[in-house]
């Protein structure tokens, strides 16, 4: 009821995560604040920063929705017609947006002093709202891939069959969709037709067994008899953390999809699509020695704390990174003791927007929280260690590590198959099928999956979220 009075419909995304209705209930409270609550950007900007965001991953669905939200607010129809439409002031927001959604890590205080300084210049209020809306966005198009929902029958595509029809069945894999692979054209906001790169496509899971859920059990069960007695070493924990997230890069994105139904829209609001997400642990690996001598810079599950040591930190500024491309080594690791959202990035947010930060927190701590105490058809489970490895998996693909966690822990209870779908559903979502949602978790509830890509949304929200705020706090001292 709460949803339906709100958005004046019962749309799919509350549908979906009303199998978890303490969960829905924080979402529905965040996002109605952000969107309508008050802050420091007019209600027409909020909603065209959303259809901005959400068209890095060609989300129809939210570009669809924001786009009735943006006309009954008010907003000119004339902005619609792409991003060469909209206020200068918005469009140049779009570097930020582009990399947010895709490689957050390069976020530096240059990107924030570019929107602060000169003519249609932002506050520093408008550019946290912004950024919250923009992280906001991103992370959801993740959940509405990763959770197939299609689209509201009122909206452009809504009565339409998608035209990968077959991507999306139970059936095994013809040959055309193993070749699917090949680059997608898509309308930019020029009106030109560019290639989205493909990644190379995944080995298919087809026929990889699962463990099953008493297997895993007993691995968690395992894992919390060892852990009472068995101490590791820091240097071993980090070259856990680090073999970890070079297997993250060893494993394919799912393959591009081919649908071309909604291009023309979709490209309006997409400027170089080109750029998409690259492995964290690529653009670390040099031949000047290895990361763990590199400059740390710490980021925390929730909370944070920036420390003196960012100080005399190279600044990733755009004509090193454009000099430096794929030779990135001094990116630093975001390290969880040194820096989280508890400590700073939470009272960061919340001076610059107000109050938003209570709000994220709630939000961020339920979805980690959630538990019935359920796994499958068994009772009574301890499903902590498990919630932990998708979690620190998630923000480890965007470089960001919890130093007191054994990175062990990821490989002994996320299946191959899990790790796979959850990058693709982190880092490429519009790639996700159902047939990937449905061969992973196979013993799990529906409910159970929803809660996976439940974390998936906010754990990757608050990565973006910690870089932006580095980012910020970098360029306010």
């Known amino acids: 009821m709460d949803a339906f009075l709100q958005n004046n419909r019962l749309d799919h995304v509350s549908r979906v995560m009303a199998s978890h209705p303490t969960y829905l209930e924080h979402f529905l409270r965040t996002q109605h604040f952000i969107l309508r609550g008050d802050g420091p950007l007019p209600y027409d900007y909020r909603h065209l920063i959303a259809i901005m965001a959400a068209g890095r991953h060609q989300c129809s669905y939210l570009i669809n929705l924001q786009k009735g939200e943006f006309i009954l607010q008010g907003g000119d129809p004339s902005w619609l017609q792409g991003l060469k439409s909209i206020p200068e002031k918005l469009q140049d927001l779009y570097e930020i947006n582009k990399i947010l959604a895709h490689r957050p890590w390069l976020l530096n205080k240059t990107h924030i002093e ?10 520093l209020a408008e550019v946290v709202h912004a ?25 452009v595509a809504g009565h339409h069959y998608k035209q990968n029809v077959q991507d999306n069945s139970n059936n095994l894999p013809t040959a055309k969709d193993k070749i699917s692979s090949s680059p997608k054209k898509i309308l930019n906001g020029d009106g030109k037709t560019e290639t989205m790169p493909s990644p190379p496509s995944s080995p298919s899971i087809v026929g990889e067994q699962e463990v099953g859920v008493e ?7 395992r894992l919390s008899e060892k852990s009472e007695s068995y101490q590791i070493t820091q240097e071993e924990l980090s070259k856990r953390f680090e ?37 964290f642990a690529k653009l670390t690996d040099s031949a000047t020695g ?7 810079l710490s980021v925390p599950f929730l909370g944070a704390r920036f420390e003196s040591t960012l ?20 990116i630093p690791t975001f390290r969880v003791q040194d820096y989280s959202w508890d400590d700073h990035g939470y009272s960061l947010v919340n001076r610059l927007y107000n109050d938003v930060g209570y709000l994220l927190d709630d939000k961020f701590k339920t979805a980690y929280n959630l538990t019935y105490y359920t796994m499958g058809t068994h009772n009574k489970v301890d499903t902590s260690r498990f919630r932990r490895a998708i979690w620190n998996y998630i923000q480890c693909m965007f470089g960001i590590r919890h130093d007191d966690y054994d990175y062990n822990e990821v490989n002994q209870l996320l299946e191959r198959s899990l790790k796979t779908f959850i990058k693709s559903a982190v880092c490429y979502p519009e790639r996700v099928t159902k047939r990937d949602y449905d061969r992973v978790m196979r013993e799990f509830k529906h409910s159970e999956k929803v809660h996976v890509n439940l974390m998936i949304l ?16 970098r360029y306010m001292t």
């Open 215 to 221: 297997a895993l059990m007993e691995r968690m069960k």
């Open 290 to 296: 290895p990361r763990s001598k590199l400059p740390s």
């Open 243 to 279: 073999t970890v997230e070079t297997q993250s890069a060893e494993l394919a994105a799912a393959p591009q999809r081919s649908s071309s139904v909604l291009d023309s829209d979709i490209g309006h609001f997409i400027e170089d699509p080109t750029f998409i997400y690259q492995d």
């Open 311 to 330: 100080q005399g930190e190279t600044e990733l500024t755009d004509e090193y990174l454009s000099s430096s491309r794929g030779q990135l080594n001094d």
């Open 131 to 155: 950024i919250v809306l923009l992280a906001h966005f991103h992370s959801l198009s993740s959940f509405v891939f990763s959770c197939g929902i299609n689209e509201e029958l009122d909206n």
């Open 458 to 473: 906010e754990a990757r929200m608050q990565a973006e979220l910690l870089y932006a705020l580095r980012a910020v706090m």
């Open 114 to 123: 570019k929107l602060t300084k000169g003519t249609d210049s932002w506050s």
